[in-house]
């Protein structure tokens, strides 16, 4: 089993951990009904260390990139980031990832590639085997990293006093910025999985631990990962292996809009495009169960007036009090529906996503 740089931290801080994709995680601190309204209200601390980390380099990086994913990196000056899909040849998601346009020194392409934990060793054999030659350069750099999100309204605040080098209050969404924390050289990022404003430090993992002790010590909350997937489930973000895996198309996941057919050639591009010209047969939304404490979990079976679909995720909504799940049902599926649930068929209706979006 893997642990993090972070690993004696969170045993310290009383965390219960977990095995997650082959690590060990902490899955709570305390309650995660306070993590999550830390996040929500205030300032909570993330270790995201276990995901991985691609560096594509070279003269042919770019190309390389517009050939491996969707979106269109060719819009990415130094200094910004984007979301993005990497699919199969059938068109068939293999993960969602986001890419780091750096500067390479004398304008040479120099991208980081974050990508899911649990597909860590596949997407980079993939990426290597389909995208590089002599002019584009895969390395995986996962281990030289630790990896620490801070997330929630006051981020900003809570962090600025911390990092020198970088003013966070001109780093807008989706870009990044080299910067020191305390006497350690780190890179920040504006991004993040919560629905809040945050940030994430790349940092060499012998800083990681200072940094998640300064940040503990100005009161920042840690979190794990059960409050991370309530967080994640009210903003309606995507995790893969449940919204999102090969049989998923981009478009029925909502994703649509990181797909650039007009860039041109990549792969997947044919069978995602054909499948959204022959009309897509289902949808993700939200789902409302009556009762408010019968939390639909993934697997669940829906049945609608338009036929039958499944539950994707589900949790237990601090921010709204009450139960939600998301679902992939009939396109044409509207109003009440119902739940098999332990036995029994429960009411719920259909709600559009997201269940939670912040005030900006």
């Known amino acids: ?84 899909l990497m699919c199969d040849d059938g068109g068939g998601i293999l993960d969602d990832l986001i890419v780091y346009r750096r500067d390479g020194g004398a304008g040479a392409p120099d991208f ?27 390395d995986d750099v996962s281990d030289d990293y630790a990896l620490i999100a801070v997330q929630g309204p006051m981020a900003e605040a809570t962090l600025a006093p911390s990092l020198t080098g970088c003013d966070l209050a001109k780093l807008p969404a989706f870009s990044h910025a080299a910067a020191v924390f305390g006497s350690a050289p780190v890179h920040v990022a504006r991004t993040g999985y919560t629905g809040e404003d945050g940030f994430e430090i790349f940092s060499a993992p012998t800083a990681a631990e200072t940094i998640w002790r300064t940040l503990r010590d100005s009161g920042v909350v840690p979190c794990g990962l059960g409050a991370r997937d309530v967080l994640r489930i009210e903003a309606s973000y995507s995790l893969y292996g449940h919204e999102i895996n090969r049989e998923t198309n981009p478009y029925e996941a909502g994703l649509g809009w990181v797909v650039k057919p007009s860039k041109g050639d990549f792969i997947g591009r044919e069978p995602i495009v054909a499948a959204k ?14 009762d408010v404490r019968a939390i639909p979990r993934q697997g669940t079976v829906v049945t609608t007036a338009a036929g039958a679909g499944i539950v994707t995720s ?47």
């Open 277 to 290: 010209a022959a009309g897509l047969t289902r949808r993700l939304t939200g789902i409302l169960p009556d």
């Open 1 to 84: 089993m893997r642990r993090t740089p972070l690993f004696n931290a969170h045993v310290t801080d009383g965390a219960r951990m977990v095995d997650f994709a082959g690590w060990q995680m902490p899955v709570q601190y305390g309650s995660i009904l306070d993590e999550v309204r830390a996040v929500r209200s205030g300032v909570g601390v993330f270790d995201v260390s276990h995901m991985g980390q691609v560096r594509v380099s070279g003269a042919g990086a770019l190309g390389a990139i517009q050939r491996l994913l969707t979106n269109d990196a060719s819009k990415l000056a130094p200094g910004r980031a984007q979301y993005s």
């Open 112 to 138: 980081l590639i974050v990508v899911n934990a649990s597909n860590r060793e596949t997407d980079f054999d993939w990426m290597s085997a389909r995208g590089s030659g002599p002019d584009a350069v895969f």
């Open 314 to 360: 589900g949790t237990m909504s601090t921010t709204l009090d009450r139960a939600i799940g998301i679902a992939y049902l009939p396109k044409d599926a509207e109003g009440d529906v119902t739940l098999a649930m332990r036995g029994r068929e429960l009411p719920a209706r259909i709600v559009d996503l997201p269940f939670y979006k912040r005030c900006r």
